[in-house]
């Protein structure tokens, strides 16, 4: 969302598949776990969408958001399908 280092958006990357659907990667590179949150209308993303985390392989239902929280140096990466 950002192309400035020290920016926090800086940490939120996405982009939509050929099919429709989009991937949201959210990346905490601080030393310690830290809660995130990004609202898909922010991404130019309308509507409701199911949730399905990649790494875990598990849907997480139907929202218009993600809020979570990521561990120190880790990830969370999510499909988000009609």
């Known amino acids: 969302m950002s192309d400035?280092?020290?920016?926090?958006?800086n940490q939120i990357w996405y982009g939509q598949m050929s099919n429709g659907d989009y991937i949201?990667?959210?990346f905490n590179r601080d030393d310690s776990a830290k809660g995130m949150q990004v609202n898909f209308s922010d991404l130019g993303?309308?509507?409701?969408?199911?949730i399905r985390?990649?790494?875990k392989h598990e849907d997480?239902?139907?929202?218009?958001s993600l809020s979570v929280t990521v561990p120190a140096h880790g990830c969370k990466i999510v499909k988000l399908s009609k």
């Open 24 to 26: 949201i990667g959210l």
């Open 53 to 55: 985390d990649l790494w």
């Open 60 to 64: 997480e239902g139907s929202a218009t």
């Open 45 to 50: 993303i309308a509507g409701s969408y199911n």
């Open 4 to 9: 400035k280092l020290n920016d926090p958006n």
